[in-house]
């Protein structure tokens, strides 16, 4: 299958939503084309003037503004990851590349595993007084792969990002997240003492 491609400083997960400002001419064109058949397009990460070789094939979910220039504010939704086999130049001044789907070896995981990220999750989120909305929880439950969930809220850099996707099982993936948030931790606790001139304020 040959698709349009998108470089990104960013991953947008499987079963997440993000928006995007599509500004320059050749992306409002891929977009045009996208919005009139009905289709969607490729997002990869573009690290170091490289893309990466998995991504993520998302639909346009709603077009939130259309400008006088035709650049338009819209939403994407992640719907499945793909790895792209090459990547050439449409006459249109955007990248399309030929990808092959890329799926879980295996769609089972283990509960204690999860129940162990939600755990952490939460409790990093009380640490920073941050509540999620309702709708985010909803989402969590309805998704299959819920560490992609997750991980739209884990403020992963985009290298990470790219590392989680590319794991080909949800355990990899929890067990990933489970040691991000360790660092997180670990990080938060250091500036707790810096902020507190060497101590941590238990109050």
């Known amino acids: 299958m040959i698709i349009p491609i998108f470089p990104l400083n960013l991953i947008v997960f499987p079963q997440s939503s993000y928006p995007l400002h ?3 001419d050749r992306y409002k064109k891929m977009v045009n084309k996208a919005l009139s058949a009905n289709t969607g397009f490729g997002i990869v990460a573009e690290i170091n003037n490289e893309i990466s070789e998995v991504g993520v094939y ?3 979910l709603k077009v939130l503004k259309k400008f006088s220039n035709g650049e338009m504010d819209i939403v994407v939704t992640g719907k499945y990851r793909f790895k792209r086999l090459d990547v050439r ?3 249109d001044g955007y990248y399309i590349a030929e990808v092959e789907e890329f799926s879980d070896i295996t769609k089972r995981f283990d509960m204690k595993l999860l129940d162990e990220l939600k755990t952490t999750f939460n409790g990093l989120l009380d640490k920073i007084n941050y509540n999620l909305e309702d709708s985010f929880w909803n989402k969590f439950e309805l998704t299959p792969q819920k560490s992609f969930k997750v991980a739209e809220k884990s403020g992963l850099t985009v290298e990470q ?10 355990n990899k993936r929890l067990k990933f997240l489970l040691n991000h948030f360790d660092q997180l931790e670990k990080a938060l606790t250091v500036k707790a003492i810096v902020l507190g001139d060497g101590y941590i304020n238990n109050n």
């Open 22 to 24: 599509i500004f320059e």
């Open 58 to 60: 998302v639909d346009v």
């Open 89 to 91: 130049l449409h006459t």
């Open 161 to 170: 990002q790219v590392e989680i996707i590319t794991l080909k099982e949800e």
